[in-house]
Nanobody
């Protein structure tokens, strides 16, 4: 069955960096656009970024441009979210999902705090 498993979250100080991984299985990953979504405490879901099947086209929400980069490795069936210069407002539960939101991972918590 389809599985998306995120990892890489943790506690980091402001200005720090993290890389989130999303390991995919159970579907043709190399044919599927993918997305990252986050949910901050007490807030709704926020789309962050998406990437086309071959990784050639990406979109990132304005609030994270220049700080978060979405990439993928179709051989390893993994999508990444490279995050740098993290801010307290980046604190959230981060989910990976297929582009149509049919399938989601369980989420990985990122906490930015001094």
């Amino acid at each position: 069955q389809v599985q998306l498993v995120e990892s890489g979250g943790g506690v980091v100080q402001p200005g720090g960096s993290l890389r989130l991984d999303c390991i995919a299985s159970g579907f043709t990953f190399s044919h599927t656009s993918m997305t990252w979504v986050r949910q901050a405490p007490g807030k709704g879901l926020e789309w962050i970024a998406d990437i086309d099947p071959n990784g050639g086209t990406t979109r990132v929400t304005d609030s994270v441009k220049g700080r978060l980069t979405i990439v993928r490795n179709n051989i390893r069936h993994v999508m990444y979210l490279q995050m740098s210069n993290l801010k307290p407002e980046d604190t959230a539960l981060y989910y990976c999902a297929t582009y149509n939101y049919d399938y989601w991972g369980q989420g990985t918590q990122v906490t930015v705090s001094s």
